[in-house]
Every structure is written in C-alpha cells, then in structure tokens.
C-alpha cells in the first residue's frame, strides 16, 4: 500500500485517545503511512505546508470527533481542523468521521456550509473502555478494505492506459504532418487524463502544472499556461529519459507524474 492515512482532530477534544488510535493504525500500515501533525511534522518545517503536501498524497482521511470538537473555532476560517477537512472534501478524498468517546452524531445545521457533507457520512465509533481495540480493529479493516479495492482498480487502469498510450505513441511516430502530431497528441493525453481522473479521482493535474514543475527541475524554459506545444512535448520526453521512462507512458502518465513529485520533493519518498 502506498496511500497515505490524515489523521484531523482537535487536540484540546480528543488527544490522548487519538495517540491510541495512531499506534494502532500505525503498527497495522506503518509508521510512515499514517499521518498526525506533531507525531509527523519533522522539525523546523513549516507547518502549512508540510500538512499542505501531505493532504495531496493521502487517501484516506479520518475526522476524529469527540464531545467539545464542535466549537466557535470551526467558523474561524484560519482554524486548521476546519481547513483540513475543506481540502480533503475539495481533493475528493475518501473521508471517515469517527466519534470518539460517546460524541453525538451530527447533524447538518451544526456545521459550517463548507463542511456540511460530513453529517451525511458513514461514521465509526471509537471509545476508550474495554471494547476499544475490537472498534480499532473495525476501522483498520475498512480502512484496508478501501486500499485492496483501489490497488486492483489501479492496476487494471494503468494496464489500458498503457496499451493505448503503446498505440497512440506509435501513430505519432508515424506522423510527419507536425500540426496534426500536435493535434493527436492533445486528443490522446486529454482522452488518458478524462479516464484516468474518473477511476481515480485524487489525481489532479493540468498541462499548466506539467509544465511549472518541468521549469522548476530546468527541463521546460517555455509559458506557463495550456498549451500542447512542441516544446512541451520535447521537455516531458526529456524529462521521461532522464529517469528511465519512455513516451509512453504519456504526458499524464502515472510513472511520469510520481518521477516529478519524487524529485520536486525527494524528502516525501525516503524508505521506509
């Protein structure tokens, strides 16, 4: 499994069942797949960001609920737990209310507009007394029955894509009219992104961004917007052999796009 776990909660509400909870998710997924703001944050990183970064590469993100987590402070728009879970609505990931020590349900009216959705929910419930680690052990397995649906589902996606990418790239080749190679190359990649986005929702990109992260690692020296350019073209190829990819695998190609995080941000992939 290569999924991260958020872990978003107050710490004011439900920090010491929370430290339970994590050595649990922890010792079931691994410490460096389960994510908790202090227990997580290395040192004199910047706080928004680093948490910034780890929302993009999670999958599943738990709100831990307790009796005093619904405040004053969730209508304060720099509030974190507010913010987080924003972002994970807006980066569609899957999200898990759990309530923890015999909190309430809640219920629409309760909540800030941005965040009305978790009301409609499916929640699990967590309390410290003796049936804890069986209601732990309920949340690890949802948890790992999401991530064994998402891997094979990946997998089978990644296999089409790449046999189309095969084909797509082969026409290309075969194409000496510049203009219409420009022209099929958008139509292929967009066509791999539209199917690649709808199986799998939490990977987002543009060509804008494709393109930002090319200039920063000094392969693309062209505009930033979204346009399929021969430049372009020639700055991901570029970029797909410097690190042993071919064409292939497409613009949007999954292997591209982690090569590019893996080497904008070489401190998120260390070994475990």
């Not at 999924?3 to 997924?29: C, E, P, T």
């Not at 509030?79 to 349900?105: C, F, H, N, S």
């Not at 796009?257 to 998120?268: A, K, T, W, Y």
Request: proline share 3%; net charge neutral; hydrophobic share 40%.
């Amino acid at each position: 499994m290569t999924g991260d776990i958020f872990i978003n909660y107050r710490r004011s509400d439900s920090q010491a069942i929370v430290g339970r909870i994590d050595d649990y998710l922890r010792d079931a997924f691994g410490i460096k797949h389960v994510f908790r703001d202090m227990e997580s944050i290395p040192a004199g990183q910047d706080f928004g960001s680093y948490i910034q970064n780890q929302l993009i590469k999670c999958k599943v993100f738990l709100v831990v609920i307790g009796n005093s987590w619904l405040s004053d402070r969730l209508y304060d728009k720099s509030d974190w737990v507010l913010l987080e879970i924003e972002q994970a609505i807006r980066l569609k990931l899957v999200i898990i209310p759990i309530y923890v020590e015999g909190a309430k349900m809640l219920i629409n009216s309760q909540l800030p507009d941005t965040i009305k959705i978790l009301s409609k929910l499916n929640a699990i419930s967590i309390d410290s007394g003796p049936r804890f680690r069986d209601q732990v052990y309920h949340l690890i397995a949802e948890i790992r029955k999401y991530f064994q649906e998402k891997t094979t589902q990946a997998k089978s996606i990644e296999e089409k894509l790449r046999v189309e990418a095969m084909e797509k790239f082969d026409r290309l080749v075969k194409t000496k009219d510049e203009s219409e190679k420009m022209r099929m190359l958008e139509l292929a990649t967009r066509a791999n992104l539209i199917t690649l986005q709808k199986a799998i929702p939490e990977i987002e990109q543009s060509v804008s961004k494709i393109k930002v992260s090319l200039k920063t690692l000094g392969f693309y020296n062209g505009s930033i917007n979204e346009e399929y350019t021969a430049n372009f073209f020639e700055s991901v190829t570029a970029f797909q052999r410097s690190v042993g990819l071919t064409p292939a695998d497409g613009i949007f190609g999954r292997d591209t796009f982690v090569e590019l995080l893996r080497r904008l941000h070489p401190e998120q992939f260390k070994r475990d």
